[in-house]
């Protein structure tokens, strides 16, 4: 029996990991920002190292002080590279977190 209790609680277990979403990373320039104020941004769109556009969703993030919600302006007004890590809910990705990309 203690076995079964065992096997279920891993079945259980494992479902809830598949179900949590992957977090995914993206580097590129900012191109475009859908800002309401100075201090609410709804989205933005990126410009990937490979060329691809891609959208993102900021309706959920805590930006900090590490990287204020005024910063994204600045990258793109600067052209100077983000990097974005995100998971992909309900078909959008969602910004998890943002920070000025390595310099190699």
Do not use: I
């Not at 277990?13 to 580097?27: I, K, M, S």
């Not at 900090?64 to 007004?77: K, T, Y």
């Amino acid at each position: 029996m203690t076995l079964m209790l065992a096997f279920a609680w891993l079945m259980c277990v494992g479902l809830l990991a598949a179900c949590e979403p992957t977090l995914q990373q993206e580097t590129g320039l900012v191109v475009e920002v859908q800002q309401s104020s100075l201090t609410s941004v709804e989205g933005f769109r990126l410009r990937t190292e490979d060329g691809r556009l891609v959208d993102f969703s900021t309706r959920g993030t805590r930006f900090d002080a590490a990287f204020p919600v005024q910063h994204l302006g600045e990258h793109l007004a600067l052209a100077q590279p983000v990097t974005v890590t995100y998971r992909v809910a309900d078909g959008r990705n969602e910004v998890v977190k943002l920070a000025d990309a390595k310099r190699q």
